[in-house]
Every structure is written in structure tokens, then in C-alpha cells.
């Protein structure tokens, strides 16, 4: 069975800084999707970024990068230049990409980042 | 403006009542999504309905009912038989092919 596993509870940094936060997968699949969702105190689930597992050009969008390692299963995210607004508990998340529960999405239990200021 | 909404954001029960939740988007999405979260726990799958008139449970389905008689719409009935149905409870869409999960904002339900 697939599995997600996000291994720090809780993460800090300093406004302005870097900071990664790491997620670990189990597949035998090949060919999937990954995603790091945010959740902000309002509770609203956001897309942050996703990443296809069959291109080896890690995504980026803004400020937010991946690190993916398909052959050690690692998806770590990285926040660049870290700002107050990115307090909130993120996610990584991986997506079924066959059989009955195609589409489905399996979370990681989440790593609450505070930011500070 | 598309989106997905949930109703009401908070609800309160007794304990021994069956309650519903509702799920409506309006994005012509397929695939609907129940999710439950507890803290420390991230989000679980309760049933998700790829088309209408079909549904599957999902991981914690046991106490859970749904239906999909729309496709806008996605209801979940938390039955008697919840033995743990205070948490809170997050719906999802998505359109079939590689698309990401859109989310409501989500529903607490508390029952004592």
C-alpha cells in the first residue's frame, strides 16, 4: 500500500530565510503525481505545487521549489525568502495514478511551519 | 466565481443523531471527494464518486454515508454509528484526467 510520510511535526524559521521541509513516499508505481498542498489557519486547502513523476526537472513556482528524488521516494519542498504569510501546516500528498482508486489522493499527516518575524 | 461550498461551517449534534453535510461546485468537475481531519492526523478518505450514481468508500468509510444523485453535488451523512464524529470534514473535486484536488473550506462538526 502506498504511503506518505512527513517526518517533522513541527518546522521554524526566520523571515526572509530558507527552509525545506521533507515527505517520503512508498510506491511500486512508476508514473505519478506528487503534490505539496498548504493549509492556513483559515483552514483552506491550497495547491502549492505539483510535480510529475516521469520529468526529472524538479517544479518550481515562485518562492517554492521541489527537491525530487524518485529513486530515494523523497519530495521535499523548499519556501525561499520566507515571508509571514507562510505560516500554516503544509501537506505532501501522493496521487493514485491507477486502478479503482485512480485520482485518489493520499496525504502525509502535515509539518506545521511558523514563521518568524 | 467557481468554486466548492460547504454548509454550515460549524455544526453542532447530539450524540445518537444522524447530521449531512453538503458539498456543491459549480467547476463541472466528475469526481468528488470526502476527506476527514483530526489533528496530528492529516486528511483521510471517508468516499469519493468518480460519476454520477456511483460512489466507493474510501479508507475510514464505517459510520459514513453518501450519495451522488448530481453532479454538483456530493452530501455526507455522519450516522449514529460514528463512533468518533467530531472532526472536521473537507470535500473535493477534481475534473478526470491529471487535474489537482480543489478543496471547500471545510465543515467542524462537533457532537456531544
Known amino acids: 500500500a502506498q504511503t506518505v510520510t512527513q517526518s517533522q511535526p513541527e518546522m521554524s524559521v526566520q523571515e526572509a530565510e530558507t527552509v525545506t521541509l521533507s515527505c517520503t513516499y512508498d510506491?511500486?508505481?512508476?508514473?505519478?503525481?506528487l503534490f505539496w498542498y498548504k493549509q492556513p489557519p483559515s483552514r483552506q486547502m491550497i495547491l502549492v505545487i505539483r510535480?510529475?513523476?516521469?520529468?526529472?526537472q524538479n517544479a518550481t513556482e515562485n518562492r517554492f521549489s521541489v527537491n525530487f528524488q524518485k529513486a530515494a521516494k523523497s519530495f521535499s519542498l523548499k519556501i525561499s525568502d520566507s515571508q509571514l504569510g507562510d505560516a500554516a501546516m503544509y501537506f505532501c500528498a501522493y496521487r493514485v495514478p491507477y486502478g479503482g482508486s485512480q485520482g485518489n489522493l493520499i496525504f502525509g499527516k502535515g509539518t506545521k511551519l511558523s514563521v518568524k518575524p | 466565481d467557481g468554486g466548492i461550498t460547504q454548509s454550515p461551517k460549524y455544526l453542532f449534534r447530539k450524540e445518537g443523531q444522524n447530521v449531512t453535510l453538503s458539498c456543491e461546485q459549480n467547476?463541472?468537475?466528475?469526481?468528488m471527494y470526502w476527506y476527514r481531519q483530526d489533528p496530528g492526523q492529516g486528511l483521510r478518505l471517508i468516499y469519493y464518486?468518480?460519476?454520477?450514481?456511483?460512489?466507493q468508500k474510501g479508507d475510514i468509510a464505517e459510520g459514513y454515508s453518501v450519495s451522488r444523485e448530481k453532479k454538483e453535488s456530493f452530501p455526507l451523512t455522519v450516522t449514529s454509528a460514528q463512533k468518533n464524529p467530531t472532526a472536521f470534514y473537507l470535500c473535493?473535486?477534481?475534473?478526470?484526467?491529471?487535474?489537482?484536488?480543489?478543496f471547500g473550506n471545510g465543515t467542524r462538526l462537533t457532537v456531544t
Open positions: 510506491t511500486s508505481e512508476s508514473d505519478y503525481y
Open positions: 464518486s468518480q460519476i454520477v450514481n456511483d460512489f
Open positions: 473535493a473535486s477534481r475534473r478526470q484526467g491529471n487535474s489537482p484536488l480543489h
Open positions: 510535480q510529475e513523476a516521469y520529468k526529472q
Open positions: 467547476l463541472n468537475h466528475d469526481a
